[in-house]
């Protein structure tokens, strides 16, 4: 059974870091591109970035690029992202998502269950 | 970028129901389209990809359909279990990934 735990949520300042982490099973990591994806409370659904299988191509949305990273360790099937200048409109719950392909497809086949991360002032 | 609308934004139904729920893209997306399926308090889920794909292990009851700029997901029979926000996503222009603002399904 797949399955994707994602860790390392908490509350934090403006302009603060946080690390979030994202523990993959049940199935061959390295075969598979990676997401995240987050959900402001009582909002939709934003995509926010995307790994390639490898981890040879990375991908961010406008709103982070430039304070966010992805990144991946495929010998502990790990997917992992790092946020830094944090802003109060990056508040949401941040889900882990396992791509369909190995290249980064768009189609989020399984989803963990989030981790909060609250920044405020 | 390419922008999703859905209609409509909410609807009452009652078990058993025939449901639809339209997504438009602001251009072409050929068939590069999602259909997710979130509970309250949950991840959400793929339903359908590429328009008209149903993901392993989804009942029947559901599909999609569409190409180009509009689409849609159909509930044959709604189910107890059915009563959740549903949400489109284009996989068009890798990697942006855009998704729809939801569609809510309520009891009627």
């Known amino acids: 059974e797949i399955h994707l735990l994602e860790s390392g949520g908490d509350l934090v300042q403006p302009g603060g870091s946080l690390r979030l982490s994202c523990a993959a099973s049940g199935f061959t990591f390295t075969n598979f591109a990676m997401n995240w994806v987050r959900q402001a409370p009582g909002k939709g659904l934003e995509w926010v970035s995307s790994i390639s299988n490898v981890g040879g191509t990375t991908y961010y949305a406008d709103s982070v690029k430039g304070r966010f990273t992805i990144s991946r360790d495929n010998s502990k099937n790990t997917l992992v992202l790092q946020m830094d200048s944090l802003r109060v409109e990056d508040t949401a719950l941040y889900y882990c998502?396992?791509?369909?392909?190995?290249?980064?497809?768009?189609?989020?086949?399984?989803w963990g269950q989030g981790a909060l991360v609250t920044v405020f002032s | 970028d390419i922008q999703m609308t859905q209609s409509p934004s909410s609807l009452s139904a009652s078990v058993g129901d025939r449901v639809n729920i339209t997504c438009r893209a602001s251009e072409s997306i050929d068939r590069y389209l999602n259909w997710y399926q979130q509970k309250p308090g949950k991840a959400p889920k793929l339903l359908v990809y590429?328009?008209?794909t149903l993901q392993d292990g989804v009942p029947s009851r559901f599909s999609g359909d569409g190409a180009g700029r509009d689409f849609t997901l159909t509930i044959s029979s709604l189910q107890p279990e059915d009563f959740a926000t549903y949400y489109c996503q284009h996989n068009y222009a890798t990697p942006r990934f855009t998704f729809g603002p939801g569609t809510k399904v309520d009891l009627k």
């Open positions: 590429g328009a008209s």
């Open positions: 998502a396992k791509d369909r392909g190995s290249w980064v497809r768009g189609v989020l086949d399984y």
